[in-house]
T-cell receptor, first 108, second 113 residues
């Protein structure tokens, strides 16, 4: 069965501190993984996907198949990073499974 | 390019009634998927349509159904509403290929009294 877990409901860090949002998954096949973000009063939107190996707004995520993890990291958090973050796994044919989400609060 | 449009924005219904929600995808997108979002359960996949065919279905009862029209617009129907159906219903569109990003609408907030 496909499953995505995000152990932290809320993560608070100070501006300039490093941040890591954890994501673990279970999937029998080769996973396609994503991070989606929802800023206050905005739509849910894609932040990054593992296949692109990109850095968006300073965030990166590495797929670790051994640990079945896809943690999201940023070395220096900014106040504008405060948002709800969802880790998602794409199963067979656009069947997305989302984690419960982590609310990141970056304090001044 | 217009984004994903969902109507209506808010709905209030009573138990036992039925409801139809509408989603207009981004032009050129052939895949439309629906999600239920609640504080307790988070985002849960309902179903996905591609070129008028249901391609994937989540674990929801048969009271939840959908369809997609030839212009890719999609509707979701919930019959015999229950209090637990109160949620934000999100629609997302994409080109429909693997690893394509989803573009989400603003959602329809359904309240069942």
């Amino acid at each position: 069965a496909q499953r995505v877990t995000q152990p932290e409901k809320l993560l608070s860090v100070f501006k300039g501190a490093p941040v890591e949002l954890k994501c673990n998954y279970s999937y029998s096949g080769s996973p396609e993984l994503f991070w989606y973000v929802q800023y206050s009063r905005q739509r849910l939107q894609l932040l990054l996907r593992h296949i692109s190996r990109e850095s968006i707004k300073g965030f990166t995520a590495d797929l670790n198949k051994g640990e079945t993890s896809f943690h999201l990291k940023k070395p220096f958090a900014q106040e504008e990073d405060s948002a709800m973050y969802y880790c998602a796994l794409e199963g067979n044919g656009q069947n997305f499974v989302f984690g419960p989400g982590t609310r990141l609060s970056v304090l001044p | 390019k217009a984004g994903v449009t969902q109507t209506p924005r808010y709905l209030i219904k009573t138990r036992g009634q039925q409801v139809t929600l509408s989603c207009s995808p981004i032009s050129g997108h052939r895949s439309v998927s629906w999600y239920q979002q609640t504080p307790g359960q988070g985002l849960q996949f309902l179903f996905e349509y591609f070129s008028e065919t249901q391609r994937n279905k989540g674990n929801f009862p048969g009271r939840f159904s959908g369809r997609q029209f030839s212009n890719s617009r999609s509707e979701m129907n919930v019959s015999t509403l229950e209090l637990g159906d109160s949620a934000l219903y999100l629609c997302a569109s994409s080109l429909g290929r693997t690893n394509e990003k989803l573009f989400f609408g603003s959602g329809t907030q359904l309240s069942v009294l």
